[in-house]
């Protein structure tokens, strides 16, 4: 749980440094119904069940600001967002989690995007992170194996249309993701995909800016060297109290293209605590992160999207040395955000993914130069 709230402080953190620095004068509120399906493709079919509830949120209009990174990512407003969904109707993988499911509470950190216009409607992309609290999960329903933890991260993202009614009202129509998962601090934890369509109403306050707004925050402008280490556990099935700890530490190369995106490449390496002991299976299974020795590591590529003072990365890799239990596991994937202190030091929430699950989420420190 600790977990999870500092991933949400290390964005509202951020967001807090930007309004402090960007100061809009167009607010508005968003409303959105919303109907859904939970995704899974265990019972022969992709889509299943109903889900219903309703985002709510406020934002803070950026689009007048004359910050580089605004005019290179189509970035028009940010602001926090309100989400409920009832999950109480979802039957489970093969029937064995019928009715342990109950409703999602939480609160994200938002951004909304134009990808282009026609006419008069705006087509949009909206991503969100942030903290979900659901009142059903492993340690207080056992059927319910997609949720260990009460609370979870949360990451959404919306694709729609903004058209016009009036010069206060617009109508929203789209479609939406939202991904719930605790990242593995508490085992087990499959997380849960939805999706959903959604029509709602923007309630705006349009005022001209007096001023020319503008952050006193900039990226580090050139390439650059990275160095990362942190920590971070896992949990071990069935037990709330025990975690296994690991550490990732990153030596990498920082290719910049503008403010906004940056090229990367680089050598992960993660060291284990408790590696796996056949004879005591249980207290050392970590699934896909299972390792025989201290260390394993490898290679990767990615980018860094740079927004404000937060930047989110994504880096695909290769092993070159994983002594590991499941043999399939020969390639990971790494996210998460870093906020930026100053363009030199971060601090850094990486989870560290194979295929779609979650390993560990690594808590740490960024350098470049």
């Known amino acids: 749980m600790k977990k999870q709230l500092l991933s949400f402080i290390l964005v509202i953190t951020g967001l807090a440094f930007a309004k402090a620095q960007i100061t809009p004068e167009n607010r508005s509120i968003i409303l959105k119904p919303i109907f859904g399906t939970h995704i899974n493709n265990d019972q022969g079919h992709l889509f299943q069940d109903q889900i219903t509830g309703f985002d709510a949120a406020y934002f803070k209009d950026i689009s007048q600001n004359s910050d580089k990174w605004i005019g290179f990512s189509g970035a028009k407003s940010y602001g926090i967002g309100f989400i409920f969904r009832n999950l109480s109707k979802l039957k489970g993988t093969k029937d064995t989690s019928a009715n342990a499911f109950g409703q999602i509470y939480g609160l994200v950190a938002q951004m909304d ?112 060297i990275e160095l990362s280490a942190g920590l971070g556990a896992r949990g071990v099935f069935g037990n709330r109290t025990k975690s296994l700890y690991k550490s990732g530490v990153y030596a990498g190369y920082n290719f910049y293209l503008n403010d906004v995106m940056s090229l990367k490449a680089g050598v992960d390496a993660v060291y284990y605590y408790t590696v796996f002991d056949p004879n005591n299976y249980g207290e050392t299974f970590q699934n896909y992160g299972t390792s025989y020795d201290r260390w394993r590591t490898g290679i990767s590529i990615g980018a860094d999207i740079n927004l404000w003072r937060v930047t989110v990365a994504a880096q695909i890799g290769k092993y070159i040395h994983y002594n590991r239990l499941m043999n399939k596991a020969t390639w990971y994937w790494t996210f998460g955000p870093t906020f930026n202190i100053t363009p030199h030091i971060g601090l850094q929430a990486k989870t560290y993914m194979h295929f779609a699950q979650a390993d560990f989420v690594n808590w740490g420190v960024v350098y470049r130069f």
């Open 113 to 224: 995007f134009q990808l282009f216009r026609v006419g008069k409607a705006k087509f949009n992309f909206t991503p969100g992170v942030g903290l979900g609290y659901t009142n059903k999960y492993y340690f207080n329903n056992t059927k319910n194996r997609f949720l260990g933890s009460p609370i979870n991260e949360t990451i959404k993202a919306d694709l729609g249309m903004e058209l016009p009614m009036s010069k206060y009202t617009d109508l929203l129509l789209g479609l939406g993701f939202l991904h719930v998962s605790n990242g593995g601090a508490t085992v087990p934890n499959g997380g849960l995909n939805t999706g959903n369509v959604y029509i709602g109403l923007k309630l705006n306050n349009p005022r001209t800016l007096t001023a020319e707004q503008k952050s006193t925050y900039t990226t580090l402008q050139r390439n650059s």
